[in-house]
């Protein structure tokens, strides 16, 4: 047990807690002023279901003794036999603080895909989807890749959480956004966001938080906490500019949402690599994120689904260059207990890169559908009536109004 | 007695109250609207997609003045507001019936 280690990982993972309620101030701001709480209430609800579900089976699935290299055993329900001594994940930490960090990632990536169901899903709907989603396809993907699961032991490296999180919730948006249909007046109406200072300040904890997350991920304040800092500025700093410039390039003018949309896909991108990659790596990283993701994002008004806050171009788009750019730039000279990528010599590492994101995608794909197949049976359909969608989410889902004039 | 109707760009709103308030007015509404006239819109983006947005913010300014001072306030609040470019907004004069001050019941122009 090492104190600053300790030290270092609570404040870690308080950071990464505060990333949820960032994430509903981005999104928050986002959608129109009529569904302002409904959306943040998205976000807030999975601070609540999903701290519930870890205590009592989600962390003996997710990190359990392993049962074929696809989950976690039921030995730990309960969180039985998770002590205040260091555990199999970390040497120098207590068990459960580790637990605690994880629990703030299982938090956020349901979280995430409410972005892609903006302004149209019922609140009932929407919790039985979490709770399902959260149990069905968060817990496996975060075994195998970190959990002792085959994904880990065919050596799939994610930092962070760019197969486990970002992939993952970017594929699980596409479909929602798909099996949800457009929102009402899509194409005619505009909607535009109505508070970007909001979207601006979530967006600035966000990546405040993303420090915890990423560096936190060595879980042990050293070189390896040093090095994934950095990357994760650098990196992010690079991609709102490239998005800026793409952006300038092709519309005319540079955007305060662009700027921090492309933040966001920086720090997408960087999550898998930030702990294996050189700093310079880490830009180039960057660099193509923010461009790949905006031109991602204006591919969706041309492919016709209604992803409504980009969830899919943002996180699926820059997860999966992020899981692929691992496979390409991670170097054994900064990270020892890393591997070399592609451009270091190791070709076969992309590979394993590829396959991994190719399982997320996969399994997420399949699972997602069937889950939202069944919430809509059993809640009598997943979106709002057609009247309640026109009135907001605010007023017809939880009697509030976020705004008084 | 007139009342005076101006809409005009927000950003003008500084100039012609400081010139009404240099007339000796020492009474007016204002408020925040949203139109177009000639101008027309103006378009935003959002990570991509354009928006027109056919109604801009203006502030519309009410006053009521005596039917003689109708003319030059009115030609007040032209100068004030006049940037020279489209949009700088319209005034409208119409004739009032009746005025009553809520407190003492005055009536006419003293009221005003």
């Known amino acids: 047990m090492n104190t600053g280690d300790t030290a270092f990982m609570l404040i870690a993972t308080a950071m990464v807690m505060l990333m949820t309620p960032g994430l509903a101030l981005f999104y928050g701001g986002l959608v129109r002023s009529k569904n302002v709480l409904g959306t943040i209430m998205q976000s807030m609800i999975c601070l609540g279901v999903v701290s519930l579900i870890w205590v009592l089976y989600g962390y003996s699935l997710a990190f359990g003794p392993d049962v074929h290299g696809l989950i976690g055993d039921l030995s730990l329900v309960g969180l039985h036999g998770v002590t205040l001594s260091p555990g199999p994940y970390a040497k120098t930490i207590p068990d459960l603080l580790f637990c605690a960090f994880q629990l703030m990632f299982a938090i956020i990536t349901p979280a995430l895909i409410s972005g892609a169901i903006a302004e149209r899903m019922k609140f009932s709907a929407y919790l039985l989807f979490i709770t399902l989603w959260s149990t069905l396809v968060y817990l496996p993907i975060c075994h195998w890749v970190w959990g002792g699961g085959w994904l880990g032991k065919l050596g799939a490296l994610d930092f962070a959480g760019g197969t486990v999180i970002h992939i993952n919730s970017g594929i699980a948006a596409l479909v929602a956004a798909i099996m949800l249909g457009r929102r009402k007046g899509w194409g005619r109406e505009s909607f535009h966001p109505h508070n970007l200072p909001m979207t601006i300040l979530g967006a600035g904890l966000l990546w405040f938080g993303w420090f915890g997350f990423n560096a936190g991920s060595s879980l042990a304040a050293g070189e390896t906490a040093a090095l994934a800092f950095f990357t994760t500025q650098v990196a992010t700093g690079a991609a709102v500019l490239s998005w800026l410039a793409v952006e300038w390039m092709i519309q005319g003018k540079p955007t305060t949402l662009g700027a921090v949309s492309g933040a966001l896909a920086g720090l997408v991108a960087i999550t898998p690599a930030a702990g294996f990659v050189s700093p310079i790596s880490a830009v180039i990283i960057g660099l193509v994120a923010g461009g790949l993701c905006y031109l991602a994002v204006l591919a969706k008004g041309k492919l016709g689904y209604d992803d409504a806050l980009d969830v899919v171009g943002v996180h699926g788009v820059g997860g999966l260059w992020g899981a692929l750019a691992t496979g390409l730039f991670a170097s054994l000279a900064v990270n020892p207990a890393g591997a070399n990528g592609l451009f270091f010599g190791n070709p076969h590492q992309f590979l394993i890169q590829a396959i991994g994101a190719g399982a997320s995608i996969l399994y997420s794909l399949i699972l997602t559908t069937v889950i939202l197949k069944v919430v809509g049976l059993v809640t009598g359909g997943l979106r709002l009536e057609s009247e309640d969608e026109i009135q907001g989410l605010d007023l017809t889902q939880h009697s509030e109004v976020g705004y008084t004039s | ?112």
């Open chain 2, 1 to 112: 007695m007139k009342k005076i109707e101006a809409i005009i760009k927000p950003s003008a709103l500084e100039a012609v109250k400081d010139a009404l308030n240099a007339r000796g007015v020492n009474g007016m509404t204002i408020s925040e609207v949203k139109g177009h006239g000639r101008q027309k819109g103006h378009t935003e983006i959002y990570r991509g997609a354009e928006y027109v947005v056919d109604f801009i913010p203006k502030i519309k300014i009410e006053l009521v003045v005596a039917s003689a001072d109708a003319e030059p306030v009115a030609d007040c609040i032209r100068k004030a507001a006049n940037s020279g470019k489209i949009g700088d907004g319209k005034i409208f004069v119409l004739p009032v019936e009746e005025v009553l001050r809520i407190r003492t019941g005055e009536r006419g122009e003293t009221a005003i």
